[in-house]
């Protein structure tokens, strides 16, 4: 059974740091990536790392958040610094078997898989 599992959401302040994690399991992936979806608004893509260590970012939180992988790349990790309270979503790890690039990895309705969410809330 193919499975996605979020954790290390929480509230804090602004300014603050965390790190979440996705730990996948049932078979891997080459293209792993995290999206964050607000109440009312369309599912945001947040960023994306493949296989080959290649990244892309969101302009919005270019320089504030680090996608990694570790070595046997079941688990996908975000380190998200500088939060502010336009960060306050809900944060979804997808995944995708191919090797999905700029463009196609930042559109949501291209992954089957994705975990229940974690919640991220920043207060000011």
């Known amino acids: 059974q193919v499975q996605l599992v979020e954790s290390g959401g929480g509230l804090v302040q602004a300014g603050d740091s965390l790190r979440l994690s996705c730990t996948a399991s049932g078979r891997t992936f080459v293209t792993m990536g995290w999206f964050r979806q607000a109440p009312g608004k369309e599912r945001e893509f947040v960023g994306t790392?493949?296989?080959?260590?290649?990244?892309s970012y969101a302009d919005s939180v270019k320089g504030r958040f680090t996608i990694s992988r570790d070595t046997a790349e079941k688990t996908l990790f975000l380190q998200m610094n500088s939060l502010n309270p336009e960060d306050t979503a809900v944060y979804y790890c997808?995944?995708?078997?191919?090797?999905?690039?700029?463009?196609?990895?930042?559109?949501?309705?291209?992954?089957?898989?994705w975990g229940q969410g974690t919640q991220v809330t920043v207060s000011s």
């Open positions: 997808a995944a995708d078997p191919r090797a999905l690039w700029d463009g196609a990895d930042r559109d949501y309705r291209r992954y089957d898989w």
């Open positions: 790392r493949r296989s080959g260590g290649t990244t």
